[in-house]
């Protein structure tokens, strides 16, 4: 080896050593490239996980604080009227015979507490008895009723005339017909409760819109395709309003048939306790009815709700509104 050798030899070897390891190559730095890039996403992560608990956290402030506001303006004019009760009454404004005081309510019903069991059962078991075979009939009747134009024509003008007719007033016929008895009585509230609902669905089928049932006919539908598409949708939320509007009908014409020609129930419990002028035992009894009627429209509710879901509250207050108009 020359001189010269030696000598490029000995510059290029501490050049080497000063330039440290070789270069990473893309393979290998790769890793760090995307640790550098998730680093802020998870940062980012970490410092949104206590802003969406707040987000949660401040959702469920203003649902408890809409909720106690519901509640409230709900329990104001109750509250205001038992206050103005418990003034009129104990301050001896109004005699006790007409407005006993919530003590007396209290006495009386702690009275009949023996008779209540056996009237309850009775009341309840015939009104659920002939509102469930009213709901029947007066719910096949409305769908057959959608089904069919010629059943429309030929029992439309009775139902006309069944409607302004008060169904109390065939009371009497029902006594002579039938005598006295739990049958009679059922058979009242089923005849009320089908005439209510069968009347509502046929003006709800009159009031289907047209256009919607061309435009299904020109696209080429079957009549069962617009039956089941169109007028069953349209109807629905008009027959569950009557439903909830029979379900109270239920309740008063048990109280008529059991004033008439009844030997047990509420309504006989209410009659004897008139016979007596016991005024705070009548307002047990209408209690305890206000109370059975809002248990049963708060089941209706629950059941109605996944039912008719797809529609607007505009539409399902329309509907109820119908329901109460029209009966």
Do not use: K
């Not at 007028?231 to 008063?252: C, Q």
């Amino acid at each position: 080896m020359t001189a010269a050798a030696v000598t490029a030899a000995a510059t290029t070897a501490p050049a080497a050593a000063s330039a440290g390891p070789p270069a990473a190559t893309a393979a290998t730095a790769l890793p760090v490239t995307e640790a550098r890039r998730t680093a802020p996403t998870l940062a980012a992560a970490d410092a949104s996980r206590p802003a969406g608990a707040e987000v949660a956290a401040s959702r469920i402030g203003r649902a408890a604080r809409r909720l106690a506001r519901r509640v409230a303006i709900r329990s104001l004019v109750p509250a205001l009227l038992v206050a103005a009760w418990c003034a009129v009454s104990y301050g001896g404004l109004v005699r006790a015979i007409y407005l006993p005081t919530p003590s007396a309510l209290w006495s009386a019903f702690v009275d009949m507490r023996a008779a209540l069991p056996g009237a309850l059962v009775t009341s309840v078991g015939m009104t659920l008895t002939g509102y469930g075979l009213g709901l029947v009939l007066g719910v096949g009747m409305g769908l057959v009723f959608a089904y069919s134009r010629m059943l429309r024509d030929l029992f439309g003008g009775v139902l006309d005339f069944i409607r302004p007719a008060p169904v109390f007033a065939l009371i009497p016929l029902f006594l002579l017909w039938f005598g006295i008895g739990r049958g009679p009585q059922i058979a009242l509230i089923t005849m009320g409760t089908s005439v209510v609902l069968s009347v509502t669905t046929l003006d709800a089928v009159r009031n289907v819109s047209p256009t919607h049932i061309r435009a299904a006919a020109t696209m080429g539908a079957s009549r069962r395709a617009i039956y089941r598409t169109i007028v069953v949708p349209s109807i629905f939320p008009h027959l569950l309003g009557a439903v909830r509007f029979s379900a109270v009908a239920a309740w008063g014409l048990d109280v008529a048939a059991e004033l008439i020609g009844s030997q047990n129930g509420l309504g006989y419990l209410m009659m004897t306790r008139e016979q007596y002028i016991d005024t705070a035992g009548i307002l047990v009894v209408v209690v305890l009815y206000g109370l059975l009627a809002t248990v049963l429209d708060r089941v209706i509710v629950l059941v109605e709700r996944p039912l008719t879901g797809w529609t607007t509250r505009e539409q399902q207050s329309a509907a109820a509104d119908a329901a109460f108009r029209g009966n």
